[in-house]
């Protein structure tokens, strides 16, 4: 099955630095790759994902990129803020298929320093 | 509101206490799930359903039942719950399969 390494498992940065967290996952059948933000005592909430038919997208201060051939994936995050400070989940799954795994990486605990 | 809700939010029972959390969305949602959570470990998936009358298992299945008899509705029935199930538990929805909505959470505790 799949599986879904993150790194790193901590990290830290000054406010107005970026920020990247890297996935890498086993299953050259997954083509779905969403990431999750939870802050603390929430609830995860999508921040953006990517499909298997684009290289990059981005959505004002965060994009994805996305190596097929690699089998890894990456968030950045420009310009960070203390807001951002949260736990960071990336995912892998086999959209359109029967398949409804969904699998996580096991976080990254982004904190911003003011 | 479009809501996924969870209950109860917090649990404390005893191990081979038969319980169930409920879980609702009113987003008419075709696919939901179940996750745990536990710290170091990230959300791994318990069960998930596509439709209604349709449930696969996911990556942590064993000590946990659901069903989907309604569209509605998932519920999750731990039949004889241990301490090694001691989580905080989410329930989620989604249109498509792609982005999940989350529900609150249900803490549990199994002593």
């Known amino acids: 099955g799949e599986n879904v390494e993150q790194h790193p498992s901590t990290l830290s940065v000054q406010e107005g630095d970026s920020a990247v967290i890297k996935c890498t996952y086993s299953?050259?059948?997954?083509?779905?790759f969403p990431w999750y933000k939870q802050e603390l005592g929430k609830r995860p909430q999508l921040i953006i994902d990517?499909?298997?038919?684009?290289g990059e997208k981005k959505d004002q201060r965060i994009a994805v990129t996305l190596n097929k051939t690699a089998k890894h994936f990456s968030l950045h995050i420009t310009e960070t803020q203390p807001e951002d400070s949260a736990v960071y989940f990336c995912?892998?799954?086999?959209?359109?298929?029967?398949?409804?795994?969904?699998?996580f990486g096991k976080g990254t605990k982004l904190s911003v320093k003011p | 509101e479009a809501q996924v809700t969870q209950n109860p939010r917090y649990l404390i029972t005893v191990t081979g206490k038969k319980l169930t959390v409920t879980c609702s969305q009113n987003?008419?949602?075709?696919?939901m799930s179940w996750y745990r959570q536990d710290p170091g470990l990230g959300l791994r998936q318990i069960y998930y359903?596509?439709?209604?009358?349709?449930?696969d298992k996911g990556d942590v299945p064993e000590g946990y039942k659901v069903s989907r008899k309604e569209k509605r509705n998932f519920p999750l029935i731990l039949e004889s719950p241990s301490p090694n199930q001691t989580s905080l538990y989410f329930c989620?929805?989604?249109?498509?399969?792609?982005?999940?909505?989350f529900g609150p959470g249900t803490r549990l505790t199994v002593t």
């Open positions: 989620a929805s989604s249109h498509d399969s792609y982005e999940q909505y």
């Open positions: 990517i499909r298997s038919n684009v």
């Open positions: 987003m008419n949602h075709e696919y």
């Open positions: 299953d050259s059948a997954s083509n779905y």
């Open positions: 995912a892998a799954s086999q959209y359109g298929g029967s398949q409804g795994n969904l699998i």
């Open positions: 359903s596509m439709n209604v009358e349709v449930t």
